[in-house]
Nanobody
Framework: DVQLVESGGGSVQAGGSLRLSCAASGYTYSRDCMGWFRQAPGKEREGVATIVTDSGTTYYADPVKGRFTISQDNAKNTVYLQMNSLKPGDTAMYYC???????????????????WGQGTQVTVS
């Protein structure tokens, strides 16, 4: 079974930083798209950043450009989200997801991501 396990969430003051990790297991696709999404209370889930795992090409949602960085360690089957200059508006549950089809990568399109983690909470005050 495919498992995506997020970690690294927590509470931080505005202007602070956090690094989220997503460890994948039972996942054998050599070329796919991994992404980070978030969902705030009362809002729809939205894309934050994606990465094409074989090329390292990255895509970001406008609200996080210049502040967040998605990266990967293929040897560890782990994807990271470095979040700097955090704002209260970044408060949300953050989810890691995988899209073997690659179709969701460019536009951070939620429906194309077939596998999801349970999420990690980020709170910025």
């Amino acid at each position: 079974d495919v498992q995506l396990v997020e970690s690294g969430g927590g509470s931080v003051q505005a202007g602070g930083s956090l690094r989220l990790s997503c460890a994948a297991s039972g996942y054998t696709y050599s070329r796919d798209c991994m992404g980070w999404f978030r969902q705030a209370p009362g809002k729809e889930r939205e894309g934050v950043a994606t990465i094409v795992t074989d090329s390292g090409t990255t895509y970001y949602a406008d609200p996080v450009k210049g502040r967040f960085t998605i990266s990967q360690d293929n040897a560890k089957n782990t994807v990271y989200l470095q979040m700097n200059s955090l704002k209260p508006g970044d408060t949300a549950m953050y989810y890691c997801a995988a899209d073997p089809s690659l179709r969701g990568c460019l536009y951070l399109s939620t429906p194309h991501f077939a596998y999801w983690g349970q999420g990690t909470q980020v709170t910025v005050s």
